[in-house]
């Protein structure tokens, strides 16, 4: 079994949608829970990081922690052509030593 | 200012070949990782580097994988005898220090193609 688990979809949506992700993750350690977007032919990049349970909000994104349950979500709201990309979670503890999901790859139709 | 470069962006090379690929992190940036990301996966993590030193290399997968940073500024990862299964995309990241949580920062990785 995974550390990290993701469903690596594919997820299609039109627009305007709201979109959930989700990952599961066995390591009771993690603490910083985080979530990245890829772009085709790209380096991941940060979206939002949450330190423990609980909520996070910027602008149309939201993400959850639940540590009792071992499952942290990234929602999307009002879903746009251009958040067409991968989604990867990652977590660690405190030696900033990252493990992430396979990944969500999105697609937003117009 | 400039984010983390990878060279190449492409590396084609042939089974039993030897490849390094290079990582520029960003400037004043003391911590350093290599991950390799395999077609639908996520990246996974190989080596870390604080400064000069290698403080972790527990995900090299074997003794053919190298990686050094000798100015602690660029790092070299290096493959020896290349193997069809070291295909994958080499990413680089660096963040301000380790501990706790420093966010890293990822370069857009190199595509390596073993034949």
């Known amino acids: 079994q995974k550390e990290v688990e993701q469903d690596p979809g594919p997820l299609s949506v039109p627009e305007g949608a709201i979109v959930s992700l989700n990952c599961t993750y066995s390591n009771s350690a993690f603490q910083y829970f985080m979530w990245y977007r890829q772009y085709s032919r790209k380096g991941p990049e940060l979206l939002m990081y949450?330190?423990?349970?609980g909520n996070k909000e910027d602008g149309r994104f939201t993400a959850q922690v639940d540590k009792s349950s071992k499952y942290i979500s990234l929602f999307i709201r009002d879903s746009q052509p251009s958040d067409s990309a991968t989604y990867l979670c990652a977590m660690t503890g405190n030696n900033n030593d990252m493990r992430f999901g396979a990944g969500t790859r999105l697609t937003v139709k117009p | 200012g400039a984010g983390v470069s990878q060279t190449p962006s492409n590396k084609v090379t042939e089974k039993g070949k030897y490849v390094e690929l290079r990582c520029d992190p960003i400037s004043g940036h003391t911590a350093l990782y290599w991950y390799r990301q395999s077609l639908g996966q996520g990246p996974e993590f190989l080596i870390y580097?604080?400064?000069?030193?290698?403080?972790?290399d527990s995900g090299l997968p074997n003794d053919r994988f190298f990686a050094v940073r000798p100015e602690g500024s660029v790092s070299t990862l290096k493959i020896q005898r290349t193997e069809r299964g070291d295909s994958a995309v080499y990413l680089c990241?660096?963040?301000?220090?380790?501990?706790?949580?420093?966010?890293?920062?990822f370069g857009p990785g190199t595509r390596l193609t073993v034949l």
């Open positions: 949450t330190y423990s349970s």
């Open positions: 580097f604080q400064g000069t030193g290698a403080a972790d």
């Open positions: 990241a660096s963040s301000h220090d380790r501990g706790a949580y420093n966010e890293q920062f």
